[in-house]
Structure formats: structure tokens, C-alpha cells
């Protein structure tokens, strides 16, 4: 009968060190599900990258006030004291890259990233991995920091040798800075263009860095981890909006249909919460203040002193007859001006526009996907919906001045809106990135009635200023 | 290349560098996927899982401690994680046990490592899980307690049940061998 003590002695003694050989398929299985997950990114980055090139273009037609100052500086650097005029490099992946950066006149920056075990095309870093390598920037003045130089090419890789290895130099630049776009992420260099007397100079300068760099072969920026740091952010928002409608009808009345109702464009801004749930995720809310306006135009105006009656007026080809049913606006005051064209003279008609304009305070509760990119550049997607809660609505019209007429009884006080759009940030540095959010977004339940058919949409480019924490 | 390289070129994703760690210590870590699996086929699985869980997790290692232990660490938290799910509340009776007399596959000379092997992953996950980690990793019933969400008197009793059971099949063994 063996005892407690050697059953257990047993068992150590021979299961001590095991070490057995797993079949080849396990690694087979590992190797396949880490390279899919570098694959899948890229896809993903191409898409969203064209997809979002192709929606900056088209809506700089709408008038935007905000001015996206794409400073490309890597938000994984751990150090980049640029100068604030200065163009940054971008990074990019395991294969060998340099990129060169001159703006203007006399800062050159080079960037090399070391490639070290150079393994298949499988190896695609992805963008959300790897980061500035190796920026040196040399200049003109004396104020180089060449830490770097006192690095020895062996040193163990540490964060800290990341850090000397970011040099960058200040240097007064009168022009404006270029941004670059890194939107390929394998091997594409982005090359401006340098001024040759100013190069000719550093260039065996330059070339000695480069061979230097290439001694250093290891990775010097560690994949910072700061998706699962940051989980919170907020930001402000200014949004300009383009509304209109699904329908062409005219929400006032329906003998306005046939005039062209048009939205005007207008503004909103608020503020935006956003939290990160994982990787993929996050949610999001705000508040803002929304206004929109639509405009009814051709419309022949009238006044006088008798009182509406709700029949139609045919005016022929120039403008709509108008007029209010009863039920849709408050005729308290001016309105009570307006009446049908027959019971007067020529001599009272004027053309011009109706304009209704209502403003909500939106509560938007949004999901957002985002596509892994690189560190600067983030796109992703985002969907939900907005409560909207309406403070103000007015008609006017619009003549020489304006005069109000009244207000829409037939808006609801609170509805919702469903919303969709893609959401890019640059990041600026670690907490602080611009954000660009064009998003469409089609408002239900916005009349309570009589509204006929008139179902409102906007679209609007959402843009604003973002803390992460 | 020194493990210290190779580790901060996983936090990159570098494939020849993840390949590299598998090859250098993908024998020990199976040991103990199967060690803590019912079959080879369950270690299998949790061997795969286990390094995708270290390779995603790799940066969060900081030279804190041996690598080798750490990784070991993931390994067991894997194994646990897919056999205390599946039976933390089934009370094994300990008849049904003892009917279970297991034509054990095995060569002849070979009351060993093998046989062992087999004996333990025979053992129902409770006991099994509780044996490798006080016996085999030497943890004690305080920690174990804490990562299979047990009692400590669960603990200790599951490995005195576990001990049993290796016991009689072990003699069940060399009996039926001496005779032939």
C-alpha cells in the first residue's frame, strides 16, 4: 500500500520536466490565426482610408469652417518635441522605410525604420503596431540633439533607447507645414522635397545617420498599449448641417409642395462623450445644440388686411400660390396679413421665401467600430440614434427683412433621429486628436401631422477637438 | 538573439520571432497542457490557446519574473479556465469510480511517465485540476481555492480523492501485469 508521500513522490518524479513534442498542426493553427489577424487589418484600413478620402472630398463642398490642420505626429512616439510648425514623419512598417521630410527650407527629418528579421511578405506589420522608428531630425542650426550618436548599435532595446533615438531639431520654418498622408502601409515613402543647397550640406551628414540606423536593429518603439489605457474621451463639437428632406413636400403646406423646399445650411455644436469598450468598440454620447432650417422658396407674398382663407391660388408660372391652413401655424399675428392674391391688387405681391427654422437639443447615443489603423490616422465607423428635443421653431418669411409669421404647431417636441457616418481622428499627440465625423442622419417622427410627407434628413460634418483619458 | 529581443519583437508581432518562442518552449508548456487535459487532443487545443493568449498578451509581460514562468502561468489559467467551466458543481461518486477498471493501453515495462500521464488525465477535472497544481506545481490549497472558485476544505479533499484514485489504479495495474 503506498503511501500519501510516495504517490505524490511518484508522480513528481516522473512527470518532473515533461516536456512532450506537439504536432506540427498546432503550430500550423497558431501561425495561420495570427497572420489572418494582421491580414484582416489591412483591408480594413484600405477601405476606410478610401472611403474616407472619397467623403473629405466630396463634402468640402458643403462651407466648412473648421480646418482640419492634419498634423501627422505619431501619438505612439513617445517624444517628438518638433517644433510646432514642423512636419513630422510618418512611420511605417517592419519593412525597411525611410522618409524624408523637408519642409522648406532647412530641417531635414529622417526616419528610418531598422528592419530586423526579415521575414515574408506575411509580415506586414500592421498599422496599429509599429510607429516612428528611429526619427532623426538634423538641421541646420545648432540645436541638433544627437543623443543618438552616443547609442551604441547593440544596446539592449528599451524604451528608454526609443526615446535617444528620437531626435528632432528646432528650427525656425516660415512656411507652412505640409501634411503628409501615409495611407499605404507598406512601403510607400513619402518624399518631399528638399531644398538642394540646404541638403547638399547635411548629406554626408544625413547618410551617416542612415548607416547608423541601420546598425540599430531592433525595435525601438514598443507597441504601446494605449487602446486598453484610454478608455474615455471627450470632445468638443461644431458641426455644419445640411438638411433636407426625403420628400419633396412642404412641411408648412401642402399647396407649397410644388415650390422647392431647400435646406439651408446651419450649424450645431455641443459636446460629445465617448467610451472605449475594447478595441473595437466604443460608445458614445453628447449633447448639442442643433439648428436647422428649410426654406420654401418662390412664394408670392401678399399682404393686406383680409384674413386667410384656405384655398389654393394658382399663380401661373412664376410663383406658388400660398397659404396657411389654419391648422398648421399660428395666425395670431402677421399672418393674418397674408391673403389669397385674387382678393387683391398686383400691386401687393412680392416674391420671396418662407423660411422655417427649428432647433433641438440632441442627445445622440452612437456605437462606433473602429477599423484599426495606424496611430495618427483612425477611421471608423459609427451608428445609432439621437433623441431630439425641440426649443425652438419659428416661420418666416423671408423678404426684404424678415418678418415672422408664426410658429409650426406640427412639430414635435421630442423625436429621434437614426444616424450613421464614418468617424475619423488625427491624433496630435497622446490625449489630444482633431476628430472629423461626417455623419447622415434622418430624423423620424419629426411632425406630429400635416406635415405631408415631409421627412427631414441632414447631413453634417461633425468635427471637433478630442481629450482622451 | 537573447529572450529579451525576441520577447520585444512579439510585442511587435513579428512572426519569426513568435515562431521562435513557440519552437523554444512549446515541449515544456504541452507537458503541461497535458498534464491538466483529459487527452491529447484537449492539450492540443489548449496549447494553441494558451500561446494566442501569450502572443496577444506578450506586452503586458515586464520582465516580471522568469518568462517561462509566466507563460506557464497562461497555460494552467487556460487549462483551468476550459475545465472549470464545464464542472464546478459535479459531485463525482466515488462508486462509479471504482467501476471504471480501465484497460490501461501501455507497454508492459512501463509503469512510467506515459502511464502516469494517462492515470491523471483519467481523473475527473476536479481532482485532476487540484492534484497538478498542489503535487505537480506546488501551489497551495489557499491559491487553488482561488483560482478554481473553491473552498480550501474543497481543495484539500479533492486531492486526498484524487490520490486515492491514483492509487488503486496503479495497484489494479501492477497487479494485473505481475500475473502475466
Not at chain 1, 68 to 78: Q, V
Not at chain 1, 352 to 360: R, V
Not at chain 2, 18 to 30: H, I
Amino acid at each position: 500500500m503506498m503511501k500519501n508521500k510516495n504517490i505524490d513522490q511518484l508522480f513528481q518524479d516522473k512527470m518532473e520536466g515533461l516536456e512532450v513534442t506537439p504536432s506540427p498542426k498546432v503550430w500550423s493553427a497558431i501561425e495561420g490565426k495570427l497572420t489572418k489577424k494582421k491580414r484582416r487589418v489591412l483591408p480594413y484600413w484600405w477601405l476606410s482610408g478610401g472611403v474616407a478620402a472619397v467623403l473629405l472630398l466630396g463634402l468640402f463642398v458643403l462651407p466648412s469652417l473648421n480646418d482640419n490642420p492634419i498634423d501627422i505626429n505619431n501619438t505612439n512616439t513617445p517624444i517628438i518635441t518638433s517644433a510646432p510648425k514642423e512636419n513630422t514623419t510618418i512611420k511605417n512598417d517592419s519593412n525597411k522605410q525611410l522618409l524624408k521630410l523637408i519642409p522648406e527650407e532647412k530641417t531635414i527629418i529622417a526616419s528610418k525604420k531598422p528592419s530586423d528579421t526579415d521575414m515574408a511578405p506575411k509580415e506586414k506589420a500592421t498599422p496599429k503596431e509599429t510607429s516612428w522608428k528611429n526619427k532623426v531630425v538634423v538641421a541646420d542650426n545648432n540645436t541638433i540633439n544627437i543623443k543618438k550618436y552616443n547609442t551604441p548599435p547593440t544596446t539592449e532595446k528599451n524604451t528608454e533607447k526609443e526615446k535617444s533615438t528620437k531626435v528632432v531639431i528646432e528650427k525656425p520654418l516660415e512656411e507652412k507645414k505640409k501634411t503628409i498622408f501615409s495611407i499605404n502601409p507598406s512601403d510607400k515613402m513619402v518624399i518631399a522635397e528638399q531644398k538642394k543647397d540646404s541638403v547638399q550640406k547635411k548629406n554626408p551628414f544625413v547618410s551617416k545617420k542612415k548607416d547608423f540606423i541601420a546598425f540599430v536593429n531592433s525595435k525601438d518603439s514598443i507597441k504601446t498599449n494605449e487602446k486598453s489605457l484610454k478608455k474615455w474621451s471627450v470632445s468638443s463639437v461644431f458641426a455644419v448641417l445640411n438638411s433636407s428632406s426625403f420628400s419633396n413636400a412642404s412641411p408648412i403646406s401642402a399647396e407649397l409642395n410644388s415650390s422647392p423646399t431647400k435646406g439651408a445650411n446651419t450649424f450645431s455644436y455641443g459636446a460629445k462623450v465617448d467610451y472605449r469598450l475594447n478595441n473595437k468598440w466604443s460608445i458614445r454620447t453628447g449633447a448639442h445644440l442643433q439648428e436647422m432650417s428649410y426654406l420654401t422658396q418662390d412664394v408670392s407674398i401678399t399682404s393686406g388686411s383680409a384674413r386667410i382663407n384656405s384655398q389654393a391660388i394658382d399663380f401661373g408660372n412664376s410663383a406658388s400660390a400660398y397659404h396657411f391652413s389654419y391648422s398648421l401655424v399660428d395666425i395670431d399675428n402677421v399672418m393674418s396679413n397674408l391673403v389669397p392674391i385674387s382678393s387683391l391688387g398686383a400691386t401687393n405681391i412680392a416674391n420671396g421665401e418662407i423660411e422655417q427654422s427649428f432647433s433641438y437639443i440632441e442627445v445622440p447615443f452612437e456605437v462606433k467600430y473602429h477599423f484599426n489603423t495606424g496611430e495618427k490616422l483612425k477611421t471608423g465607423i459609427v451608428a445609432g440614434f439621437s433623441s431630439l428635443f425641440l426649443v425652438n421653431n419659428t416661420v418666416e418669411v423671408v423678404m426684404d427683412d424678415s418678418s415672422v409669421l408664426g410658429r409650426a404647431n406640427n412639430l414635435n417636441s421630442m423625436n429621434f433621429s437614426g444616424n450613421i457616418g464614418f468617424d475619423i481622428d488625427y491624433s496630435i499627440n497622446k490625449n489630444w486628436s482633431l476628430n472629423l465625423n461626417p455623419m447622415f442622419k434622418s430624423q423620424f417622427n419629426t411632425f406630429s401631422g400635416n406635415a405631408n410627407g415631409f421627412r427631414p434628413y441632414f447631413i453634417g460634418v461633425y468635427s471637433g477637438v478630442r481629450y482622451q483619458f | 538573439m537573447n529572450i529579451k529581443e525576441l520577447i520585444q519583437k512579439c510585442c511587435q508581432q513579428n512572426l519569426a520571432a513568435q515562431s521562435q518562442v513557440y519552437q523554444l518552449f512549446s515541449g515544456k508548456l504541452f507537458g503541461v497542457c497535458l498534464k491538466y487535459s483529459q487527452n491529447y487532443q484537449d492539450a492540443e487545443d489548449v496549447l494553441q490557446d494558451s500561446f494566442l493568449t501569450i502572443f496577444s498578451k506578450i506586452d503586458q509581460y515586464k520582465d516580471s519574473g522568469s518568462f517561462e514562468g509566466w507563460m506557464k502561468r497562461i497555460v494552467i489559467n487556460t487549462a483551468l479556465q476550459k475545465y472549470r467551466k464545464e464542472s464546478p458543481l459535479k459531485v463525482v461518486k466515488e462508486d462509479v469510480i471504482e467501476d471504471r477498471v480501465e484497460e490501461v493501453d501501455f507497454d508492459a515495462t512501463q509503469l512510467d511517465l506515459n502511464f502516469l500521464l494517462s492515470l491523471i488525465q483519467q481523473l475527473p477535472d476536479q481532482y485532476r485540476l487540484v492534484f497538478n497544481l498542489y503535487v505537480l506545481d506546488h501551489y497551495s490549497h489557499k491559491e487553488i481555492a482561488k483560482m478554481l472558485q473553491i473552498s480550501e476544505g474543497t481543495s484539500k479533499s479533492n486531492l486526498s480523492r484524487a490520490r486515492v484514485l491514483l492509487k488503486q489504479k496503479i495497484e489494479v495495474h501492477l497487479q494485473k501485469h505481475k500475473g502475466a
